[in-house]
């Protein structure tokens, strides 16, 4: 990439200058719409379908966060039902991106990356595959703490929905955030760079990959296996734990790099092999003991005071099949909890097909119980796709 065009890509990223985090997150909720009242379903393929349905009607942004779980979804959807008209929705808005890529922007991380290598490798789609590679070495030439690549060079810090004010400290960094790495990331950089090294045969990319997630394992991950929201630059520690959906986009991205290991089989991956899976397996036990009796968590998952976030059970359900088949967990109880997160799925849809109490605008906080104060009830990707995630995945029963 040339100085010119890292200037321009720079320019086009929620860099300094253009972008507050606290106006972005009051016009994305404003622009989001809600869903209806509950409407209990039976677990039918004309379900899947609509829910399927009700994903690709969103409005996808080309990237933001979710997109990556959405296309995941889409395609499973596709293979499950015997259906490919979502998966060629996938395909169709992946391809229409190459021609209008460049130049790459910081937030060109939220790509779903692992999807679109697939759907380019299904399809023999050669300029997707190529442009998925110039992307990927792009956000390889980000800068890094801790070795991870930077999420931002200015962090969504917002005050706290709490409304309570913050300590000097806490003001200082809301005033001017610093760079920081988040772990929804987990479940973008990583999966994406080590299927595309899969795909292409190319080392440099599985191992940048796997280095990612043992990267957020050593500094997300904390000794009871829940994973914190974030880390920030020249800050001690980590920040926002206990966050529910954090836990579904961390398990997830740690048994999609398990994939990608499998896949590639080289002699050399059985060590990071073990830790990762290791962590995905502590993440998930920590998850099944603390699932409610309605099969749903916590927004905070540790927090009963921090109400609903149905998205949660999505991740969750869907994980633990995966994680069953590359034999990180086994076990009756393992599939109880996805047995129960699925049913509260079933019981937690609009007529639409649309998953409810869903927290949008989280973005971050330094502030702790401002994760059990987001606004909830929105129908967003990250609710969509973990839901049929969920509805379509194929395991064992308990």
């Known amino acids: 990439m040339s100085a010119a065009s890292a200037d321009r890509a720079e320019a086009v990223a929620w860099g300094t200058e253009q972008y507050i985090a606290a106006d972005d997150a009051t016009s994305a909720l404003a622009q989001t719409r809600r869903a209806g009242p ?20 969103l409005g996808f942004k080309t990237w933001d966060f979710g997109d990556s779980v959405a296309f995941e979804a889409l395609i499973a959807a596709s293979d499950a039902l015997g259906d490919e008209r979502w998966v060629r929705f996938a395909h169709g808005y992946g391809r229409a991106w190459t021609t209008r890529s460049k130049p790459f922007a910081r937030l060109d991380c939220t790509v779903p990356g692992r999807a679109l290598v697939g759907i380019a490798t299904r399809f023999g789609d050669r300029q997707l595959l190529s442009t998925l590679q110039e992307l990927a070495d792009y956000l390889m030439s980000r800068p890094t703490l801790h070795g991870l690549y930077e999420t931002w060079e200015r962090s969504p810090l917002l005050a706290p929905y709490t409304g309570e004010p913050l300590d000097p400290h806490a003001q200082s960094l809301l005033d001017d955030p610093p760079a920081g790495v988040f772990v929804d990331c987990l479940h973008f950089d990583p999966p994406f760079l080590t299927a595309l090294g899969v795909a292409l045969g ?38 926002g734990p206990g966050w529910g959906r954090g836990q579904g986009w ?31 397996h502590d993440l998930l036990h920590r998850m099944v003991g603390l699932q409610r009796p309605d099969g749903h968590w ?62 949008a605008a989280v973005y971050a906080s330094t502030e702790p119980g401002h994760y059990g104060k987001v606004p909830r009830g929105y129908v967003v990707p990250w609710g969509q796709g973990p839901a049929l995630l969920a509805l379509v995945a194929d395991g064992p029963s308990a």
Do not use: K, M, W
């Open 38 to 57: 509950a409407t209990p379903h039976d677990d039918t393929t004309q379900l899947a379908a609509s829910v399927a349905d009700a994903l690709i009607d």
């Open 202 to 239: 190319e080392e440099r990319y599985l191992d940048a990959g796997i280095l990612q997630a043992l990267g957020y394992i050593r500094h997300l991950q904390q000794p009871d296996g829940l994973f914190d929201h974030f880390v920030l630059r020249g800050e001690p520690g980590s920040f």
């Open 250 to 280: 961390a398990i997830l991205g740690l048994l999609e790099v398990l994939e990608s290991i499998d896949a590639a089989d080289r002699d050399g991956d059985a060590a990071s092999r073990r830790v990762i899976a290791a962590s995905a």
């Open 298 to 359: 916590f927004a905070v998952v540790t927090d009963p005071g921090s109400g609903d976030e149905y998205s949660t059970a999505g991740f969750v359900a869907s994980a633990i099949t995966e994680a069953v088949r590359l034999g990180v967990v086994d076990g009756a109880s393992t599939l109880r909890s996805r047995d129960a997160a699925r049913r509260a799925i079933l019981h937690s849809l609009d007529d639409r097909g649309q998953l409810r109490e869903v927290s």
